[in-house]
């Protein structure tokens, strides 16, 4: 099953390295955190233009999930910061 959302792309500065990121919206999150691994990460593939990528949803540490946006992705796609992006993704197996 493929889930769909839109989602602004933040960057989040509290690292070494800072990283970019989009919040999943906790109500499409929240019926797949029975498949998370024992860290919370949700196995899925993802999807944003025309750029496909392994990946998980992230925990946030606050019960939600959000998707980091690899720099490789954010150039072939011509993202930034604030952009609004449409998100596909599917759960994969771990």
């Given at each position: 099953m493929t889930e769909k959302f839109t989602g602004t792309i933040r960057v989040f500065e509290d690292c070494d390295a800072p990283w970019w990121f989009v919040p999943v919206p906790a109500k499409i999150s929240q019926p797949y955190k029975p498949l998370?691994?024992?860290f919370g990460f949700i196995p899925v593939t993802l999807k944003v233009g025309k750029s496909s990528w392994p990946?998980?949803?992230?925990p946030?540490?606050?019960g939600t999930h959000c998707i980091?946006?690899?720099a490789k992705i954010r150039k072939a796609e011509n993202i930034k910061?604030?952009?609004k992006l449409s998100i596909e993704f599917e759960i994969r197996e771990r």
């Open positions: 998370a691994t024992n990946s998980s949803l992230l946030s540490g606050d980091a946006v690899p910061l604030g952009d």
